[in-house]
């Protein structure tokens, strides 16, 4: 009995529907894997299309609050782009694609920071294998990707812009924050320079130090340095003010506080 056309027709929907649905399933598992394209990044790349944040860790909110320490001595090892991105989304990425807000608040979500990412040679490693090119990058939020900036391993001269600190060059990736304090201060007058602006200095950076403790890496963030320094370093606008540098690496004595430890502790002061 040959089928009559509606039938063929419904058929061939039938079959359509189920290839989308198999489609929308293998696209979910690249999600869940990271596997999103545009997501790799080559040792030469001008602009680096970072990996899409995700769900990366199984640390806590608690764990990292638990956990977080400056940390100045690393070990050799790299940090990998892929967590890298989750620091910098961490920091200011996108975390409500209606209307753009940022992962740290912001008064009346004028944005003012940036941030440059400073990455040492051999120190930042790709995903499909060897090592994103040494240079001064600059983190596009909305984009989620990096431009190169400056190529050549820049640490050094921060280092120097932050009065010698050592940390700074011996960690494989700095981030610099800077402020576009114009953006604030239109809307709120002195206010935006002398409270807002560093109040949300404030929480990017623990953003970044609680991103990094759930990753297993260690950050610190250092206020002493030259800012016309620094700003030369990495060839920032002259309206954009470095507020922090924020030097990132996989800590040499990894924190071990525990929440038995914090217990014992609060338990001793209150009978005292």
């Known amino acids: 009995m040959v089928a009559s056309s509606s039938h063929v027709h419904a058929l061939l929907i039938l079959v ?59 070990t050799k090892d790299p940090v990998r782009l892929e967590h890298l991105a ?11 694609p209606k209307w753009g807000l940022k992962a740290s608040p912001s008064a009346g979500a ?40 400056k190529p050549g391993d820049l640490r050094r001269e921060l280092a120097a812009a932050a009065l010698g600190q050592e940390w700074v060059e011996e960690a494989p990736v700095d981030l610099v924050v800077c402020a576009v304090f114009g953006r604030t201060t239109s809307r709120y007058g002195e206010r935006g320079r002398v409270r807002y602006v560093p109040m949300e200095v404030g929480h990017l950076g ?45 800590p040499r004595e990894p924190p071990r506080s525990s929440f038995e430890d914090l217990w014992k502790y609060i338990e001793e002061r209150r009978r005292g």
């Open 16 to 74: 359509l529907v189920a290839l989308a649905a198999l489609y929308v399933l293998w696209r979910v598992f690249r999600v869940e894997r990271g596997e999103n394209a545009p997501s790799q990044a080559a040792a030469g790349d001008e602009v680096v299309y970072l990996p899409l944040p995700r769900k990366i860790t199984n640390v806590s909110v608690e764990e990292a609050v638990l956990r977080r320490r400056s940390i100045r001595e690393y």
């Open 86 to 96: 989750m620091m910098l989304w961490a920091a200011c990425g996108v975390t409500e």
């Open 110 to 149: 004028t944005y003012p920071l940036k941030v440059y990412v400073v990455v040492g040679e051999g120190r930042v490693l790709l995903e499909g294998g060897g090592y994103l090119r040494a240079g001064v990058y600059k983190y596009d939020e909305y984009r989620h990707l990096l431009s190169l900036v």
């Open 206 to 250: 623990q953003n970044v130090y609680l991103m990094a403790t759930a990753l297993g890496y260690g950050a610190v963030v250092v206020g002493a340095f030259h800012d016309d320094m620094v700003q030369a370093a990495i060839s920032a606008g002259r309206e954009e003010v470095p507020m922090y540098i924020i030097p990132i690496g996989v």
